[in-house]
Antibody
């Protein structure tokens, strides 16, 4: 059974940093593209970032580019999101998601077939 | 990137069919066959129900189907059941500005 478990969320002041982690199990983590998707309270979904299986290619939403950094450790079956210069509008539930495919932004990928339960990040003074 | 446009709500009686639209541009929905749909029940994580416009994961009911015409993708739910009451979001790959993904505004489906 595929499981994705996020951790690292919490309350943080504007301008500060936070690092989210996601531990995966039940599939060969190193074979798949992984993403972070967020959902502000009572709002819709927003793609945040994605990373290729070998970390050779990454992508970011315009809203977080330059502030957030995605990374992964295939040996530890783990995905990370380093979030710097946090803003109140970054407040959301952050989901770790698995892509259906192997190569970021390529045919055979581009859908999120497994999701964690999310880690809540609240940015407020 | 602007969110894809979905109706805020759609409703139907048990057994009926409903269709949810998802309208974008030639830079996303219209330009690529990388549209996916997600179902989200209250308090739960989203679930993938359609990928690549019309493909269905093996665990998803064949009452759900997807299609696309021009810049608009659609999700049809046939034989509406109480368990279908949920929020539905579309998503598409987009190449505008930088490669990324854009989600729809979301549609609340109510079973009357």
């Amino acid at each position: 059974e595929v499981q994705l478990v996020e951790s690292g969320g919490g309350l943080v002041q504007p301008g500060r940093s936070l690092r989210l982690s996601c531990t995966a199990s039940g599939f060969t983590f190193a074979d798949y593209v992984m993403h972070w998707v967020r959902q502000a309270p009572g709002k819709g979904l927003e793609w945040v970032s994605g990373i290729n299986r070998n970390s050779g290619s990454v992508g970011y939403a315009v809203s977080v580019k330059g502030r957030f950094t995605i990374s992964r450790d295939n040996a530890k079956n783990s995905l990370y999101l380093q979030m710097n210069s946090l803003r109140p509008e970054d407040t959301a539930l952050y989901y770790c998601t698995k892509d259906v495919g192997f190569t970021l932004f390529s045919p055979g990928a581009n859908a999120f077939d497994y999701w964690g339960q999310g880690s809540l990040v609240t940015v407020s003074s | 990137q602007s969110a894809l446009t979905q109706p805020a709500s759609v409703s139907g009686s048990p057994g009926q069919s409903i269709t949810i639209s998802c309208t974008g541009t030639s830079d996303d929905v219209g330009g690529y066959n990388f549209v996916s749909w997600y179902q989200q029940h209250p308090g739960q994580a989203p679930k993938l129900i359609i990928y690549d416009v019309s493909n269905r994961p093996s665990s998803v009911s064949n009452r759900l189907s997807g299609s696309k015409s021009g810049n608009t993708a659609s999700l049809t739910i046939s034989g509406l059941q109480a368990e279908d009451e949920a929020d539905y979001f579309c998503s598409s790959y987009t190449s505008i500005i930088t490669p990324s993904y854009v989600f729809g505004t979301g549609t609340k489906v109510t079973v009357l």
